[in-house]
């Protein structure tokens, strides 16, 4: 099975601060890659798929890169609503895997 | 509005069985692959199974095989996870999610489900 680990496991940033969590599979899985974020007590929300794109309405500050084995979200000009758990999920046949999340917190 | 609604969590004993269900509007249910994830109180996320539009494919995680059953109802919109021989381990907030195949990710989540396995 391929192991997803996701550094660091805890940052602390400040409003206006650029962030950048990375992801580290443990095989190649091409861009098959995705970002979640997720507040306390609700459910993820779909940030970043295929490693870099975008999805609908979430805000151009946030960015993903790479492929093979490494991958980096990166988070431009910190806003109060970005502090938040952030996970990535790997995509590889038909199994999943999610990084064991980082948690984003107001420095 | 495109919508997951999770039911049938609750509090049972070690080795019962509980059958959860996620009722999906606003889409065409029968067009995606569907997949429940969990999370353990304060704990990560861990994907359980999935299944294939008609029912044709279907995947478990290695912890969750021969114990866990997904199914689905097409003509009812609804995906259904029945758990049986249930562990302490299994306690999580259950997760059904829409997969998309060109984005290979869940890109719709429902609210989740409470599971307590405790004696």
């Known amino acids: 099975d391929i192991q997803m680990t996701q550094s660091p496991s805890t940052l602390s940033a400040s409003v206006g601060d650029t962030v950048t969590i990375t992801c580290r599979a443990s095989q190649s899985i091409s861009s098959w890659l995705a970002w979640y974020q997720q507040k306390p007590g609700k459910a993820p929300k779909l940030l970043i798929y295929k490693a870099s794109s975008l999805e609908n309405g979430v805000p151009s500050r946030f960015s993903g890169s790479g492929s093979g084995t490494e991958f980096t979200l990166t988070i431009s000009s910190l806003q109060p609503d970005d502090f938040a758990t952030y996970f990535c999920q790997q995509y590889n046949t038909y199994l999943y895997t999610f990084g064991q999340g980082t948690k984003l917190e107001i420095k | 509005e495109v919508q997951l609604v999770e039911s049938g969590g609750g509090l049972v004993k070690p080795g019962g069985s509980l059958r959860l269900s996620c009722a999906a509007s606003g889409f065409t249910f029968s067009s995606y692959s569907m997949n429940w994830v969990r999370q353990p109180p304060g704990k990560g996320l861990e994907w359980v199974s999935s299944?294939?539009?008609?029912?044709?494919?279907?995947y478990y995680a290695d912890s969750m095989k021969g114990r866990f059953t997904i199914s689905r109802d097409n003509a009812n919109n609804s995906l259904y996870l029945q758990m049986n021989s249930l562990r302490v381990e299994d306690t999580a907030v259950y997760y059904c999610a829409r997969f998309v195949g060109g984005y290979s990710a869940f890109d719709i989540w429902g609210q989740g489900t409470m599971v307590t396995v405790s004696s």
């Open positions: 299944i294939s539009t008609s029912s044709s494919y279907i």
